[in-house]
Structures are given as structure tokens and as C-alpha cells.
């Protein structure tokens, strides 16, 4: 992932409004999604294992799995 496309959570929601979304909302599934996800590819076992490390690392390192909602709003 390029280092420029690693931003805070607060940045990306800020980045929409300032392309005229309103009313943005976030919710943080991470904790919900992230060790289900890790667990079910570990268990695949071979390459599925090593990228379940992998994507264990970056939920460790600060990844988020988000859900962004928003409306356009009357400028868009």
C-alpha cells in the first residue's frame, strides 16, 4: 500500500466533506471483521496462512475496516 494512501480515519472523512459530502458518518468494524478474517485464512493454511500473518500485521499496525456513509450534498 503506498504510504500516501495511509491516512487517519478523521482525515478521510474530512477529505469528503471537503468534496461537498454532508451528514458523513464512520463506523469502525475492525474488531469485528479483522480477527474472523485473520482466524478463517490462517485455517486455509500454505500461502492463505502467511498472507492471514500478513493481514494480522496490519490490523496490529493500525488498519482499519470502515464503513463510510454520506449524502451529496447540493453542490455536487
Partial sequence: MPKANMISTE???RDLEGIGYVDVTME???A???PGFVKFLRQRGGGWSIF???IG??????AR???IS????NSC
Fill in 32 to 34: 469485528d471483521v479483522f
Fill in 11 to 13: 482525515q478521510y472523512v
Fill in 65 to 67: 475496516f470502515v464503513i
Fill in 52 to 54: 492471514g500473518s500478513v
Fill in 70 to 73: 454520506g449524502a451529496k450534498g
Fill in 28 to 30: 469502525d468494524l475492525t
Fill in 57 to 62: 500485521w496490519y490490523a496490529g499496525a493500525g
